[in-house]
């Protein structure tokens, strides 16, 4: 089963826009969130992360927002540039040790002159 | 420094053939982990290790093996491939203790196995 629910599947946004990818998680197990990014032929890579006792954190043009009580959590691209097209996973970390981690099925993200 | 490698970066088998898919990191982290990755299904936990020696099941591990003898190295081993094995493998290596970086984990480039 999903335990990482990733929306949406594929984005379009224009130049200087907004970029919104939402993840919710069913497990209560995970004590940490990162976000990696994957360009075609190349492995994700991290992009920014967050724990579960912070609401938000931001990172230049990336923002993480995280509702624990909803079990859910987005990540904000603000100012998008053309650059920054490529898929989006975010992931959950698991507890117990091993580093393990259960991922979103991804979002394409193309951001258009 | 050249972080998590993997070789081959392509490969084409058929039906019942086996073959090992590797994996090294020269950045001494102590755990290493294998993932498939699907389209529109993310990326899956085949196996992982916590240190050499000592290997633990993910979400998917039928079908494959693994050990791991040295910090470095972590091979992948298909015994019998399938073309349900057909996929785009990453190998990924990452510490324990604090969160900085998010516990390193850094992924390899990949190798993407077609099975016929």
């Known amino acids: 089963q999903q335990q990482v629910k990733q929306s949406p599947q594929s984005l379009i946004v224009q130049k200087g826009g907004i970029s919104i990818i939402n993840c919710a998680y069913e497990?209560?197990?995970?004590?940490?969130f990162p976000w990696y990014q994957q360009f075609p032929g190349k492995g994700p890579a991290l992009l920014i992360a967050?724990?579960?006792?912070?609401s938000e954190k931001k990172e230049g043009r990336f923002t993480i927002s995280f509702n624990k009580s909803a079990k859910q959590f987005s990540l904000h691209i603000m100012d998008s540039q053309p650059g920054d097209s490529a898929t989006y996973f975010c992931a959950a970390r698991h507890t117990g040790g091993g580093n393990k981690l259960t991922f979103g099925t991804g979002t394409q993200l193309k951001v258009e002159l | 420094n050249a972080g998590v490698t993997q070789t081959p970066k392509f490969q084409v088998l058929k039906t019942g053939q086996s073959m090992t898919l590797q994996c090294a990191q020269d950045?001494?982290?102590?755990?290493m982990s294998w993932y498939r990755q699907d389209p529109g299904m993310g990326l899956r936990l085949i196996h992982y290790s916590v240190g050499a020696g000592i290997t633990d099941q993910g979400e998917v591990p039928n079908g494959y093996n693994v050990s791991r003898s040295t910090t470095e190295d972590f091979p992948l081993r298909l015994l019998s491939a399938a073309p349900s094995q057909t996929s785009v493998y990453f190998c990924?290596?990452?510490?324990?203790?604090?969160?900085?970086?998010?516990?390193?984990?850094?992924f390899g480039s990949g190798t993407r196995l077609t099975v016929v």
């Open positions: 497990n209560t197990a995970f004590d940490y």
């Open positions: 990924a290596s990452s510490y324990s203790g604090t969160e900085g970086l998010a516990y390193g984990y850094t």
């Open positions: 950045m001494n982290h102590e755990y």
């Open positions: 967050i724990r579960p006792d912070v």
